[in-house]
């Protein structure tokens, strides 16, 4: 079962702030953070675990709410390094694949 | 450390023609996995090896697609015959577990 991402694109100024949305269906053991720049592979950014924890890479976070089987990534102070395609990844309890969702596009305008 | 090695970086076919790609995980990495990304999607899993066992292959169209990971390193992912369809960029990527994904550059092919 794909994750759903919202929003599907979004548009900031430097130094603008961003939040990105994940969610899924089903129960979910971790969620990971993957983005991607036009023409390269993605990188991962970060990986959650149950438990609600939220982690911080630079100026970009993210939380993961298991209850609701949600996770956001948060963007803050954005720079122009930070476009590109955001991909969240889910794991469900007792899968072993890694599903992404289909992508939310940030672009970063001077 | 190295990176996880694909080749070729592009390739351009005929449908109904056949093609192949190569993948060498990051050392030590047991997991192998195989997405197809067509163009403004998400990374669509074909196939997950656990050393040279499938895990999962259950959106992989096994009547044109087929993949091998001998001896638990190499991975070969290879289409017979291609569509149209299949146009897209395919990634190769290794893990140490459940841990993250370290991703190959990918092999875009392009099926006329």
């Known amino acids: 079962q794909q994750p759903v991402q919202s929003p599907q694109a979004v548009i900031l100024r430097e130094g603008e702030d961003a939040v990105i949305n994940c969610s899924s269906s089903?129960?979910?053991?971790?969620v990971h953070w993957y983005r991607q720049k036009h023409g390269e592979a993605p990188v991962f950014l970060m990986i959650?675990?149950?438990?609600?924890e939220q982690k911080g890479h630079e100026k970009i976070s993210a939380s993961f709410n298991e209850k609701k089987q949600q996770s956001s990534l948060y963007l803050t102070a954005s720079q122009l390094s930070y476009s590109g395609t955001y991909f969240c990844?889910?794991?469900?309890?007792?899968?072993?694949?890694?599903?992404f969702g289909q992508g939310t596009r940030l672009t970063i305008n001077p | 450390e190295a990176g996880v090695a694909q080749s070729p970086r592009y390739k351009i076919i005929e449908k109904r023609q056949s093609v192949a790609f190569w993948c060498n995980p990051i050392?030590?990495?047991?997991?192998l996995y195989w997405y197809q990304q067509i163009l403004g999607q998400g990374p669509k899993l074909l196939i997950q090896?656990?050393?040279?066992?499938?895990?999962?292959d259950s959106q992989l169209p096994k009547d044109r697609f087929s993949a091998e990971r001998l001896k638990g390193v190499d991975s070969t992912l290879k289409i017979q015959p291609a569509k149209l369809e299949d146009s897209a960029v395919y990634l190769c990527?290794?893990?140490?577990?459940?841990?993250?994904?370290?991703f190959g550059s990918g092999t875009q092919l392009s099926v006329l």
């Open positions: 990527a290794s893990s140490f577990g459940r841990e993250k994904l370290f």
């Open positions: 089903k129960a979910l053991y971790s």
């Open positions: 959650l675990l149950k438990g609600g």
């Open positions: 990844g889910t794991l469900d309890q007792g899968a072993q694949k890694l599903v």
């Open positions: 050392s030590g990495h047991a997991t």
């Open positions: 090896f656990q050393n040279n066992g499938v895990v999962d």
